[in-house]
């Protein structure tokens, strides 16, 4: 694998292709519009100076700066995948947006393209017909800051061929990603199994009345010695996607769903890539 498709350039799909790019890749990013591709230009500069600061391992030797001319940036979906030999899916978490674009992608991608979904909810196997080739696709699932927190879990579906996984948790190692081989199917796989309860038990905090952002995060990071708390994970995650997961949910998620489009998303302040979700930040540059 040498030519990388990363589809989707918020948050973690900007990181992927950063990680991607940094460790030698050459790399295609997509997004949907000139305006989203502009923002991943200045993700990426701001990764490139995050590598140096958390002193990742030649960063500062030229590396992260040499990372970024390594990725291609193009709003063409078919031109984006056109050549490469593994595609990593990183669009929200809509199951029938990301069935069209699998059904898109595979009318355009050689028949030896690998299909990856780095999708944190969703088992590959709701996405694998649309894919048109089931044996070439899995999931590939990153945390966030993945530099740091440099986890890649390796989810196959029953269709999976063997030697995929094996070439993906390959290409996982080359990225510098410790690969966590899971063996059969499990919605949120081993991490989001463990967080996605820990968050959603704080948004019923929050919709019940029973207290504020500031006080569960507080309450959180005292009592545990955790760096960060559930809803300033909810901001570095974005709060789109905490939208799209919570409303999936029962009733008591799909009231905190509509608070957190009411009060913020509407609004504009989607997390930390904004400057301001639960909390206010600085502006990525």
């Known amino acids: ?66 990372a970024i001319p390594r990725i291609r940036l193009t709003t063409d979906l078919e031109d984006a995948v056109a050549a490469a030999d593994l595609v990593i899916e990183a669009v929200p978490e809509n199951l029938e947006l990301k069935q069209g674009i699998y059904r898109r992608v595979a009318e355009a991608a050689p028949s030896s393209t690998v299909f990856a979904t780095n999708s944190s909810t969703l088992l590959p196997s709701a996405l694998a017909d649309s894919t048109g080739r089931p044996d070439r696709f899995l999931a590939l699932h990153f945390a966030n800051e993945i530099w740091s927190h440099n986890t890649a879990e390796v989810m196959g579906t029953p269709s999976t061929d063997p030697s995929v996984y094996a070439e993906v948790v390959e290409f996982a190692r080359h990225i510098g990603m410790v690969p966590i081989e899971i063996k059969k199917e499990k919605a949120g796989y081993l991490l989001n199994s463990l967080l996605v309860p820990f968050l959603q038990a704080a948004g019923e905090l929050l919709v019940d009345g029973i207290a504020e952002p500031e006080a569960i995060d507080a309450t959180w990071r005292i009592g545990t010695g955790a760096p960060a708390g559930p809803f300033e994970i909810y901001d570095i995650v974005g709060l789109t996607t905490a939208y799209n997961i919570s409303r999936m949910g029962d009733a008591k998620q799909q009231a905190f769903a509509d608070l957190i489009k009411e009060r913020y998303i509407d609004q504009g302040k989607l997390g930390v890539a904004t400057g301001e979700g639960f909390y206010t930040y600085p502006r990525e540059s």
């Open 1 to 66: 694998m040498k030519n990388i498709t990363v589809l989707g350039t918020g948050v973690l799909g900007s990181q992927i292709a950063f990680q991607t790019a940094f460790h030698g890749f050459d790399v295609t990013a997509y997004d949907i519009d000139d305006a989203s591709l502009e923002r991943a230009g200045e993700r990426f500069r701001g990764l490139a100076a995050r590598y140096v600061a958390d002193s990742v391992e030649g960063a500062a030797d030229g590396g992260a700066d040499a």
